[in-house]
T-cell receptor, first 113, second 116 residues
Framework: GQQLNQSPQSMFIQEGEDVSMNCTSS?????WLWYKQEPGEGPVLLIA?????ELTSNGRLTAQFGITRKDSFLNISASIPSDVGIYFC?????????????FGAGTILRVKS | GAVVSQHPSWVICKSGTSVKIECRSL??????MFWYRQFPKQSLMLMAT?????????EQGVEKDKFLINHASLTLSTLTVTSAHPEDSSFYIC????????????FGPGTRLTVT
């Protein structure tokens, strides 16, 4: 199935550093969602974006819905050890493609304390 | 967010046997259920979509006779992996949806299936 282009694939950063990851697509999406997944668990929704240009925060997390509706980024400020996990972007197609959710390949985040 | 449970959280079965995975939406009624599969170090891949009381729609490459989905009630859906083989070993995750899929989507905690 289709996947979004998510980068970077992995990051190993120092505690306290800021993190940035992004997703791009050749398709237009109506919704962008960002999830975090920890080992052995299902994805947990972090931020949902619904409008082009929208910038939304959730604590130390900030995400934006790109103007072209084909990209989104997620920033994490002042990282802490519990930020470790895999972060996935997901885009929801328009109705003509069944409103299906398409996932990026994930960004593995490791934090050095 | 939505509260979703899956049972069992993990299961080991022998090749050739069938395994049933349950998914329950605990605080809302799920008119639509999505079932995903996730192989190690990979992303989530949609297997099938079901609406309550209707037959499931399977994604290309997913065998409907192997992965039986029942969505008989608004709070329970089951995925049965029939005649399981080692290559079916994976992490299976459900995602119940209230109403048409539009915005936020929540996921169950997943079921780890290992076929020996």
């Amino acid at each position: 199935g289709q996947q979004l282009n998510q980068s970077p694939q992995s990051m190993f950063i120092q505690e306290g550093e800021d993190v940035s990851m992004n997703c791009t697509s050749s398709s237009i999406f109506n919704t962008w969602l960002w999830y975090k997944q920890e080992p052995g668990e299902g994805p947990v929704l972090l931020i949902a974006l619904y409008k082009a240009g929208e910038l939304t925060s959730n604590g130390r997390l900030t995400a934006q819905f790109g103007i072209t509706r084909k990209d989104s980024f997620l920033n994490i400020s002042a990282s802490i050890p519990s930020d470790v996990g895999i972060y996935f972007c997901a885009g929801r197609h328009t109705m003509e493609y069944g409103n299906k959710l398409v996932f990026g390949a994930g960004t593995i985040l490791r934090v050095k304390s | 967010g939505a509260v979703v449970s899956q049972h069992p959280s993990w299961v080991i079965c022998k090749s050739g046997t069938s395994v049933k995975i349950e998914c329950r939406s605990l605080d809302f009624q799920a008119t639509t259920m999505f079932w995903y599969r996730q192989f190690p170090k990979q992303s989530l891949m949609l297997m099938a979509t079901s609406n309550e009381g209707s037959k499931a729609t399977y994604e290309q490459g997913v065998e409907k006779d192997k992965f039986l989905i029942n969505h008989a009630s608004l709070t329970l859906s089951t995925l049965t992996v029939t005649s399981a083989h080692p290559e079916d070993s994976s992490f299976y995750i459900c995602s119940p949806q209230e109403g048409p899929a539009r915005g936020e989507q929540y996921f169950g905690p997943g079921t780890r299936l290992t076929v020996t």
